[in-house]
């Protein structure tokens, strides 16, 4: 399964990230098939490249969780709707 994550690259304590198209099972290093993006968290600057990610999204890859969230906050896929399960509590029945 090909996955869009980050790649880090970058000095110690200056690391930034580039959003890669990769086979699931690759290490975090390796070559992947396609660089899609840049991210880097201390200034909060994201570059996409929306063609080519767009194109990957539909061919069915799946972006990881930090992906997930930076491809929300740049409106190229919609916010999941996160639901909380409650436990469901007994109900009570007044004796009378």
Same mark, same amino acid.
């Given at each position: 399964m090909i996955k869009l994550r980050l790649k880090r690259f970058?000095?110690?304590?200056?690391?930034?990230?580039?959003?890669v198209a990769i086979n699931s099972d690759a290490r975090r290093d390796g070559r992947p098939l396609e660089e899609v993006g840049f991210y880097n968290p201390r200034t909060d +600057? =994201?570059?996409?490249?929306v063609d080519a990610i767009?194109?990957?999204?539909?061919?069915g890859a799946?972006?990881? +969780? =930090?992906?997930?969230?930076i491809l929300e906050k740049a409106n190229l896929i919609e916010k999941r709707k996160t639901t909380f399960k409650t436990a469901a509590k007994p109900e009570v029945k007044a004796e009378a």
């Amino acid at each position: 399964m090909i996955k869009l994550r980050l790649k880090r690259f970058g000095k110690k304590r200056e690391v930034s990230y580039r959003i890669v198209a990769i086979n699931s099972d690759a290490r975090r290093d390796g070559r992947p098939l396609e660089e899609v993006g840049f991210y880097n968290p201390r200034t909060d +600057e =994201t570059r996409l490249d929306v063609d080519a990610i767009t194109r990957r999204l539909e061919q069915g890859a799946q972006p990881t +969780e =930090t992906v997930r969230h930076i491809l929300e906050k740049a409106n190229l896929i919609e916010k999941r709707k996160t639901t909380f399960k409650t436990a469901a509590k007994p109900e009570v029945k007044a004796e009378a």
